[in-house]
């Protein structure tokens, strides 16, 4: 059996971001305390639960760890921010004409 992974994505609250999409991604707005806006689909807040999302002014995406730590079920955790995600396409995320609107720098190795 596969171990269970899943790997959190902090998004800004009331900011239009591209969610990932993949099975072991969870996009959290992480401050899900201080969203006004709807909310896309695929996205989570960080509000629900055990949280301390009201505190996102003074920790930043540390509201979202502590949100996964005490609310959600993996054998491996991962997080990232909506800005700096890696990805293992077998294609160029360059190639196919994202790198201006995203901002996206290609390293053949890590």
């Given at each position: 059996m596969s171990p269970d992974v899943k790997?959190?994505?902090?998004?800004?609250?009331?900011?239009?971001?591209?969610?990932?999409?993949?099975?072991m991604a969870v996009n959290v707005i992480a401050g899900g305390a201080f969203q006004t806006a709807p909310v896309a689909d695929g996205m989570v807040l960080d509000n629900a639960?055990?949280?301390?999302s009201s505190r996102n002014k003074s920790f930043c995406e540390l509201t979202m760890l502590y949100w996964a730590w005490k609310n959600q079920e993996a054998d491996y955790y991962g997080f990232c921010h909506y800005r700096r995600v890696f990805s293992f396409r077998p294609d160029s995320l360059v190639t196919l004409g994202k790198k201006a609107q995203w901002g996206l720098f290609e390293y053949r190795h890590l």
């Open positions: 790997l959190f994505i902090a998004h800004s609250p009331n900011s239009d971001h591209q969610l990932v999409a993949a099975p639960g055990d949280s301390i």
